[in-house]
């Protein structure tokens, strides 16, 4: 992958498509990925959002495509709920977050990768519970911009189903694995995502099936990284 980006300059960008269904978009899109992301995916450093736009675009994929793997997962795009979209642009994210409960109301979890205050976390939903699990690599108490926000698309999202009842989310830190470095949140969000979709797609109560404080190992990190490259490499477009 490395050499594939040598051509580039700095600055410079390839796209990865991605189709309107994998985050509930209103059109097909494309996501811009530069040689800075990609050497910082390579090195281990912080990471851009557009390497977990990439990376959750791989695993819809491979859910929509894959007998093998469950279909019951549900996406929201990164970029869309991020702190700084939610700051920018309340009243279209709000929207977009009902419409993507709508879409995916029969899914048994939607993975929310978010990011605030440079930091990675996943958020979890399950509309069926009406639960948000939280996995997150350094656990401690946040004020989560988002959380009005989706409670209030958790809202509407009922409202339009005809329920007045019921329209509370319950939000639940989840027992997971922590980072021993500054700079690792970027790729335990991708892991967290990646054991969620191999192993416990059917789950019945994530905070049962994750138990695990210690570090994730270089070979379980470097195993989404692998993940990640192998997508990349299939799916550029180079831009002319």
Known sequence: MKTMMLGLKEGEHVKVHCTKR??????????????????QLLSGAWLNISINQVFAT???????HDDCHPNSIGFMC????????????????LLYMTRSMSALSSKTFILCPYYEKSHWMLL?????????????????????????????????????????????????????????????????VMRFMYDIIMNHGNSQDLTKDFSRTLPYSAEEINEVKDFWADYFMNNVEFLA
């Open 22 to 39: 994998t985050f509930n978009m209103e059109k097909d899109f494309e996501i811009s990925v530069t040689v800075e992301d990609t050497d």
């Open 58 to 64: 791989a695993l819809s994929e491979l859910c929509f």
């Open 78 to 93: 990164p970029e869309m709920i991020s702190a700084t979209m939610l700051k920018s642009d309340a009243d279209r994210i």
């Open 124 to 188: 979890v939903l399950c509309l069926s519970k009406r639960e948000v699990y939280i996995f997150d690599s350094q656990q401690k108490k946040r004020n989560l911009m988002i959380k009005e926000p989706l409670n209030n698309a958790f809202r509407s999202y009922k409202r339009l189903g005809g329920q007045s009842k019921g329209t509370k989310l319950t939000w639940i830190p989840a027992q997971c694995a922590q980072q021993p470095g500054s700079l690792d949140c970027g790729y335990y």
